[in-house]
């Protein structure tokens, strides 16, 4: 199916709502359910949030054919139809859907109204088709915010959820944050996901990387990092190789937004966190990580380590714990130091000399990925306190062209 090349494109196409007597589309049309489409989502996002989650949908078309009737009296049409392509735009992607529901590509980002581009297996491309202008993009990506259960607007003018039906993570800002207006960054993560054999097969590993991390995985021998950039590669990598994990074998999974979607696996335990508008009590990953540390289990992973959570993890790895997960870092050299900057030295009476010999022995290796690729796998041989150095070892690097 071709892309829709706006938004406006996008309603002509899909409403069969008015017509005149002649049977033709009419302008008015187009503006009708544009204006219905704007008024839900500015009066009822509760509602909309209640709908995408399962909660019967009959309260937000009685209040639609509310608004029809109020507003648009003088307006021929079906009801039944005007409610059934209303719900259809609010609980859909409209121009976005065709790329939504293309497993080839991994980012989708609009950093203007008419500037979009998409990466597509590692590789960026700008894309063809944009909003109507400003307004009409701003309150598309409202309506992703809300529909999932955040807050977006004049006070809270960023916001980051996750859409669990069709694996996206969205981040939206607005003004008066951006000043450029409203910004749509959408993270996708595939359906049909990638095993390390696929990976092979798409060279992001060679057979010798594929037959280490393996090995690794069945049996829970050490722990380890996957490091590279944003975007690299790396929760599809973490992915794969947790998909090996043996059955029997008990496993939690802490993340901040969920996307290892490993659901299908019974003995893995996913958890994350709890915010603040939420409603009770805030949950952090550290919080998640130090209960798991509680329970019988066999490995602890996190999704994405972001801020102090990664000392508890290291922490966990130096008392024989099997942990991993990855971390944002551009290059190995890089490593050690990026993750004595995401610990709050201050709440620990260590030195940071002590921290680091604490890291070589909770982590045994690391893998570092670029651009879908990964360049090395290493190992943490040794660290010399009186240099304060560590040493690597590279065991398995990519021969890949």
């Known amino acids: ?60 078309k009685k209040e639609v054919e509310r608004l029809i009737d109020k507003n648009f009296k003088q307006v021929l049409f079906d009801r039944e139809e005007v409610k059934k392509q209303v719900f259809n735009f609010l609980f859909g992607y409209g121009i976005l859907q065709d790329l939504i529901n293309d497993d080839t590509i991994s980012d989708i980002d609009f950093t203007r109204y008419n500037y979009g581009t998409i990466k597509r297996n590692g590789k960026k491309e700008l894309l063809d088709i944009q909003f109507e202008d400003e307004k009409e993009f701003e309150n598309f990506s409202k309506l ?64 010798e990387q594929k037959n280490y991390l393996k090995e690794n995985a069945k049996n ?55 915010k603040e508008e939420e409603g009770g009590k805030k949950v952090t990953l550290r919080d998640l990580v130090r209960d798991s540390l509680t329970m019988s289990i066999d490995a602890l992973f996190i999704g994405e380590m972001v801020a102090d959570e990664v000392w508890d993890v290291i922490n966990a790895g ?23 900057t995401m610990i709050d030295l201050g709440r620990l009476n260590l030195s940071e000399i002590t921290i680091k010999k604490i890291i070589k022995n909770a982590i045994p290796f690391f893998v570092y990925i670029k651009d879908f690729r990964v360049v090395n796998i290493t190992e943490i041989v040794d660290y010399n306190p009186k240099k304060d150095e560590f040493v690597f070892k590279e065991i398995l690097r990519s021969d890949i062209d």
């Open 1 to 60: 199916m071709p892309l829709i090349k706006t938004q406006n494109e996008y309603l002509y196409k899909t409403q069969n709502l008015i017509k005149d007597k002649n049977k033709h589309y009419t302008l008015d049309s187009h503006k009708f359910i544009k204006e219905i489409i704007n008024q839900v989502i500015k009066e009822y996002y509760t509602l909309i949030y209640d709908v995408n989650n399962g909660v019967n949908s009959e309260p937000l």
């Open 144 to 207: 992703m915010i809300l529909r999932n259960g955040g807050i977006i607007d004049e006070n809270n003018s960023h916001c980051r959820v996750s859409d669990e039906r069709y694996r996206l993570r969205i981040n939206v800002a607005i003004q008066p944050r951006n000043n450029t207006g409203t910004c749509l960054i959408i993270r996708k993560h595939r359906m049909n996901q990638y095993n390390l054999d696929d990976l092979q097969s798409l060279k992001m590993i060679t057979a």
């Open 220 to 274: 829970l021998n050490k722990s380890f990092f996957i490091i590279g950039k944003g975007a690299a590669g790396k929760t599809t990598l973490l992915r794969a190789i947790l998909m090996e994990i043996d059955k029997l074998k008990s496993v939690m999974i802490c993340e901040k937004d969920t996307e290892l979607y490993l659901n299908d696996h019974p003995n893995f335990i996913l958890q994350k966190i709890k």
């Open 318 to 340: 130096s008392t024989d714990h099997i942990v991993g997960g990855t971390l944002h870092s551009k290059s190995k050299e890089e490593f050690i130091e990026r993750i004595i």
